[in-house]
């Protein structure tokens, strides 16, 4: 069974941190794995990941996918409140072009 | 970038009423759609995906007597949650791509409540 798993659940930290999110995946057929950041609507999109060891940036926010280990993680430096939020993983994989997601991560940016 | 819009942003209903919410794309055309629904601390959960022109695929679990999906044109598809109950209460998001391998683009979620 496909499944996409999020750690940790939640995390607080203070404003300045830099917090690292884990994303690892089982699913047949990949294609690509993408991040959202949720705030109190619909999910944003932050990244998508094709290619194992490419980096991809966007101001204080970092991704990087290894498609040996099948896990991708999520850098935030300098965390500001703004940050708050739960951030979503999602895989694009199996039969179909549909999105697996896992459960998420809470976090907390805290003054 | 590519936009999606859903309609209405939220809705309360009285239990055993049928609702409709619409999902456009409004800057391209969005040969599939999908529909996830969202409960509180909960990740997003695939309902059906819809291609245009075509019937629903729908997961499993998912009524498709209950969870009635129409996609009739490249940018836009429906979701008619009928006979409404208090348990259908939930965040309801569409999604809408381009492409059978493309990034998938959020709606901003209808939020239903039943009472």
């Known amino acids: 069974e496909d499944k996409v798993v999020q750690s940790p659940l939640s995390l607080v930290v203070h404003e300045g941190d830099t917090v690292t999110l884990n994303c690892s995946y089982e699913?047949?057929?990949?294609?690509?794995l993408l991040w959202y950041k949720q705030e109190k609507k619909a999910p944003t999109f932050l990244f998508m990941l094709t290619s194992s060891g490419i980096e991809k940036k966007s101001g204080r926010l970092s991704s990087i996918l290894d498609k040996k280990e099948l896990f991708s993680i999520l850098n935030i430096t300098a965390t500001q409140s703004g940050d708050s939020a739960i951030y979503l993983c999602?895989?694009?994989?199996?039969?179909?072009?549909?999105?697996?997601f896992g459960t998420g991560t809470l976090l907390a940016v805290q003054p | 970038g590519a936009v999606v819009s859903q309609h209405p942003s939220w809705v309360i209903c009285k239990s055993g009423t049928s609702v409709k919410i619409e999902c456009r794309s409004l800057?391209?055309?969005?040969?599939?759609m999908f529909w996830y629904r969202q409960f509180p601390k909960q990740s997003l959960m695939l309902m059906a995906t819809s291609n245009e022109g075509s019937k629903a695929t729908y997961e499993q679990g998912v009524e498709k007597d209950k969870f009635l999906i129409n996609h009739a044109s490249l940018t836009l598809s429906t979701l008619t949650v009928t006979s409404a109950h208090p348990e259908d209460s939930s965040f309801y998001i569409c999604s809408a791509s381009s492409g059978l391998y493309n990034e998938q683009f959020f709606g901003p979620g209808t939020r239903l409540t039943v009472l």
């Open positions: 800057d391209f055309q969005a040969t599939t």
């Open positions: 699913v047949t057929n990949f294609r690509s």
């Open positions: 999602a895989v694009n994989g199996g039969a179909t072009n549909k999105l697996i």
